[in-house]
Structure formats: C-alpha cells, structure tokens
Antibody
C-alpha cells in the first residue's frame, strides 16, 4: 500500500542540526513532488518546504528559508529535510506528504498521502 | 505569509449541515483556485478532503463540498455524523510560490 514513513526526529539543542528522512513505498516516488509540513504543540499545520518530482526545484516557508534544505534521492525512494541552526520554535511534529497531482511539473498544492510524523524537540 | 483565517470552532448536531470559512487575500485564496481542505483527527495523519476549491479526491464522501467567493473559501459538511468530529484546515497556494494553511477549526458534533 502507499506509505510514507518518517524518521530522524529527536531532542536537539538550539543551534544544532538534524536530518529527517521519509521512506516512500507503494507508488512511483520519482513521479511526485513532495512536501514537509509541521505542527507545533497545540498549534495548527504549517507548510515547510516543497520539492519537485526530480529535485530540480525547491521552495521554502519564510520561517525556515536559509536554515532548512529539502532534498530527495529517487534511487532510494527517500525524501530528506536537513535542518540547521535549529530554534525552539522549530519544535513540532514533522510530516512528509505527497503532492496529489500525478502530472510531473503540475501542482494542485494539495497533499493526498501523509506519514505519521516524526517529533523534533529543540531544547537545551 | 500570514496564516489564513478560520473560526476556532464550529458545532452542529447529527444530520445538520455546517460551513467552515477560510479567509485570505488576493495573493492567495482570492488569486488562485488552489484551495484545499484537510480533516485531522488528533494522533492520526491528516486527510485530504477537497482540492482545487471544490474537487473531492476518490473515496471522500459527497457530504463534503467546497466553494469560494472572493478571498474566502468555504467547506460545507452536510448530514453531520459523529465521525466528522475533527480539526479541519484549509490551505492555499500563494503568489510567493508558497503554501499557507489556515489556523484550523475544531468541529464538534453535539
């Protein structure tokens, strides 16, 4: 079945780095754009980043631009989020999600498959 | 980019209809037809309910419908059922080539 499984979360000190991974299965990963979305404790959903099907285009929320990097390895069916200079406000559950469109290069900006999330806690 | 504005909570009785609004600006909701709605039961993965303002993905009940007027999008749930109780989020593409979510609305089925 179609599945996304995130990993790499944990407790990290402010200013340090962490890399999240998302393993995709059950679909042709290289055909889909992918997103990271996060949810801080007691807060709503927040879009973090978007990457095109081939990794050639990336887009970021202003809150993480310059600190986070989204990437993918289509040979490994894996999405990544490199998070540097972490802040307390980055504490959240991070979800890996799939773009709904099956047309390469076309986006609905809608997310039809979500992982269960991985928790990142930034604290000293 | 500021979050889209949703009511914090709405409620309705089983069988009734409710509408959740999502207000943005001409730079997001009003400027593009890339509005989506998600249902989120706490502790579970969010579920896509509506995309492109009013389209339902396969498998989503036709009790869920979406619309847009100007800078405000709306999600209507008809024939409320107990399992509809959840948090609902709207999202939109923005002119900054970003995606913005609403603050979320907690639906209570009385």
């Amino acid at each position: 079945q179609v599945q996304l499984v995130e990993s790499g979360g944990g407790v990290v000190q402010p200013g340090r780095s962490l890399r999240l991974s998302c393993a995709a299965s059950g679909f042709t990963f290289s055909n889909y754009a992918m997103y990271w979305v996060r949810q801080a404790p007691g807060k709503g959903l927040e879009w973090v980043a978007l990457i095109s099907f081939d990794g050639s285009n990336t887009y970021y929320a202003e809150s993480v631009k310059g600190r986070f990097t989204i990437s993918r390895d289509n040979s490994k069916n894996t999405l990544y989020l490199q998070m540097n200079s972490l802040r307390a406000e980055d504490t959240a559950v991070y979800y890996c999600t799939r773009e709904y469109s099956t047309l390469k290069g076309y986006y609905y900006y809608a997310m039809d498959v979500w992982g269960q999330g991985t928790t990142v806690t930034v604290s000293s | 980019q500021s979050a889209l504005t949703q009511p914090a909570s709405v409620s309705g009785s089983p069988g009734q209809s409710i509408t959740i609004s999502c207000t943005g600006s001409s730079s997001d909701v009003g400027g593009y037809n890339y509005v989506s709605w998600y249902q989120h039961h706490p502790g579970k993965a969010p579920k896509l309910m509506i995309y492109e303002v009013s389209n339902r993905p396969s498998g989503v009940s036709n009790r869920f419908s979406g619309s847009k007027s100007g800078n405000t999008a709306s999600l209507t749930i008809s024939g409320l059922q107990a399992e509809d109780e959840a948090d609902y989020y709207c999202s939109s593409y923005t002119s900054s080539i970003q995606v913005v979510f609403g603050g979320g609305t907690k639906l209570t089925v009385l």
